[in-house]
């Protein structure tokens, strides 16, 4: 699977056009510098031979060197990865908090009040840009309010105050849309729930209404509920590319970008090979997870 | 059977529920009622309202999409007026329920002895160790073979007939004084059915409790029941004795279901088997019930004016007198109990 991957990533950047040693090099350079870092930079190999060189030190956790900076590629994803894992706990966080209450209650009175403006609101929560949300959020409580910092990011370690405040707005607005997409799953898989056969066995049993909720229907509920957040989670850890970018979050997706803008090839074959791998990483938990929720997918 | 207060009384029960198509009268005005120790059989096609009726007394239809109005006394108690708390607290104790799918009636993902401690913990201020040793006795009651391992199992590792047996169990966990199994037998093969109909019977003989089987089944019917309610359309058309229903059905309704079982004997004797008779047609939709007698757009004896424009009341059938009390009372509701020549409706009920 990662092997396929690694493939097609590095065949699409070769499709990419423009010449990384030219954009590397600036607008004035001498043939012979050229020359050199072609060499240096193993472009002027064959194409099949580039890849096997790159895959075969990928495997030993060497990615090559930065075409820009000339930093390892390795170090500059570890640099970064704080900063993404951060953001997307804190965002599914925010999703989830928003989701599960949100959901569980229309679930619980659908058609009613509730469930017709949560369906509203997750509404607004799909459709609306992040970017734009993030723009308002930075206008109202950076500028207007001044509560809190516009963005950037430093270390929990150290200043864990300035980290919660700067972590505050990219997080409400990244889970603020994943929150919408979960929403909509929780509220559709509780009312599954809902309607199950042994439901009525709860209550049928003159369990009190909050445990038959709580063991019967929510529980139930969790397994869909867990496939839909490592989905999020996923796509949260490869990087909210515009969301770091509004509240210049140093984060995967910044680096993904600027290596695209730059034909930083080593960089970006790297930040995806990453953001394959943590895919596959966050598919195991969830099925791991599962069959610890599950007993029928355990026993198999 | 003496004449005691039934155990459970149901009065003018009408239950309306909201569809997308219109208000569906699926329970029209059914009265019956349950002694102690008593088993009463309701029978009736797919549709006709039978799971329904028995929901609404326990509240477990959908809360605004089901309006139920009469009276359900359990012990005097009402059913239908009692607030939701006190109706939680029957739920168990006074009147245990069995699903008919146990496919789909335990919880998936907890352990049968789980589902079986909440339940008796939601009604007897006990320590979970105590609940579990009396799970592991009732699984053992109703037959589970190994029940201290059975308990720890998860309803898929067991079979539907265990399941079912469970089901059981979960009803027979708060001993109530009433069981209502709706349909507890179809989705199990005929030897499971025998056992687990056993099985109710003599927990019923050990306990006293009453029983309301819903089935279609007729021959589970002449198997365990005392009296018989024949449903149709949301109405009871037939109740009685099981030996007046079955021997000598009244309505033609009745007649129609006891003539629809095959008959081996008769096809053994022709060395083929004879076309099975049936009752032509579809139940009424609930949506949109004729006026008149329920069944006359089916019936196939239509004898009297009043059929088409008039219900027929549920009425003894004649050769009954009123001094048998309500247990042994034969009554339908038709115009046309005479005709059609019922078996034996003749010299033995006179």
């Known amino acids: 699977m990662l092997i396929g991957v690694s493939i097609i990533v590095f065949a699409l950047i070769q499709f990419v056009p423009g010449d990384p040693v030219r954009l590397a090099l600036g607008t004035r350079f001498s043939q012979e510098t050229y020359d050199a870092l072609l060499e240096r930079s193993g472009l002027d190999q064959p194409v099949l031979q580039q890849y096997f060189t790159w895959s075969g030190r990928a495997l030993t956790g060497d990615l090559g060197v930065s075409f820009r900076s000339g930093e390892p590629v390795t170090a500059l994803i570890l640099e970064r990865l704080p900063a993404t894992l951060t953001l997307a706990l804190a965002a599914i966080l925010v999703a989830l908090l928003i989701a599960v209450p949100l959901g569980t209650l229309s679930a619980l009175r659908p058609r009613s009040l509730v469930d017709r403006g949560a369906t509203v609101l997750s509404q607004i929560g799909i459709s609306v840009p992040d970017f734009w949300m993030g723009i308002v959020f930075i206008l109202v409580f950076a500028g207007t309010l001044g509560w809190l910092p516009s963005g950037g990011y430093v270390p929990l370690t150290e200043d864990p105050w300035g980290w919660l405040q700067r972590l505050i707005m990219p997080a409400i607005v990244t889970g603020v849309v994943s929150g919408s997409v979960i929403t909509r799953f929780v509220r559709s898989s509780v009312l599954e729930a809902l309607g199950q056969d042994h439901v009525r066995t709860a209550q049928a049993k003159g369990l009190p209404a909050r445990q038959v909720l709580s063991w019967h229907v929510l529980r139930n509920a969790l397994l869909p509920l867990v496939t839909v957040t490592g989905v999020q989670l996923a796509y949260l850890l490869s990087g909210v590319v515009v969301v770091e970018i509004v509240f210049a979050w140093p984060g995967l997706g910044q680096l993904a970008l600027q290596a695209v803008q730059a034909r930083d090839y080593p960089v970006l074959q790297g930040a995806v090979l990453l953001f394959a791998l943590v895919f596959l990483l966050v598919n195991l938990v969830v099925d791991l997870l599962y069959s610890r929720l599950d007993p029928r997918i355990a026993r198999r | ?350």
């Open chain 2, 1 to 350: 059977m003496t004449v005691t207060a039934p155990l459970l009384e149901v009065e003018d029960l009408h239950v309306r529920l909201r569809t997308p198509r219109g208000t569906a009268s699926v329970v029209n005005g059914l009265s019956y009622t349950v002694g102690a120790g008593e088993t009463v059989a309701v029978v009736g096609e797919s549709g006709s309202g039978k799971s329904v009726s028995v929901l609404a007394l326990l509240g477990l239809l959908p809360a605004g999409v089901a309006t139920v109005t009469g009276r359900a006394l359990l012990d005097g108690e009402d059913l239908l007026a009692m607030p939701a708390d006190r109706l939680r607290q029957l739920r168990g104790p006074g009147v245990g329920m069995v699903f008919q799918d146990p496919m789909t009636s335990l919880n998936p993902v907890l352990t049968v002895g789980r589902q079986l401690v909440e339940g008796i913990r939601a009604h007897v201020d006990v320590p979970k160790a105590v609940a579990r040793r009396r799970a592991v006795e009732l699984l053992g009651e109703v037959g589970l073979p190994g029940p201290e391992k059975a308990v720890d199992r998860y309803p898929h590792e067991l079979s539907g007939g265990m399941r079912q047996r469970v089901m059981i169990a979960i009803a027979l966990s708060n001993s109530p004084a009433l069981l209502i199994a709706d349909e507890a037998t179809t989705a199990l093969d005929v030897t499971v059915q025998a056992q687990i109909i056993d099985l109710v019977q003599r927990l019923q003989a050990d306990h006293g409790t009453g029983v309301v089987w819903i089935t279609h089944d007729l021959g589970v019917v002449a198997g365990i029941a005392d009296r018989v309610l024949v449903m149709y359309g949301g109405r009871c058309v037939e109740d009685g004795t099981v030996d007046d229903v079955l021997e000598r059905p009244a309505h033609p309704y009745t007649r129609g279901l006891l003539g629809a079982l095959p008959d081996l004997a008769v096809a053994r004797a022709d060395g083929g088997l004879p076309d099975l008779a049936t009752v032509p047609g579809t139940p009424p939709a609930p949506t949109d019930l004729p006026a008149g007698c329920v069944f006359w757009p089916r019936c196939p004896v239509r004898a009297d004016p009043r059929c088409e424009t008039e219900q027929p009341p549920l009425a003894h059938v004649r050769g009954q007198s009123r001094d048998f009390g309500p247990s042994l009372a034969h009554r339908a509701a038709t115009w046309c109990a005479e005709d059609g020549g019922a078996p034996g409706t003749t010299e033995e009920d006179r």
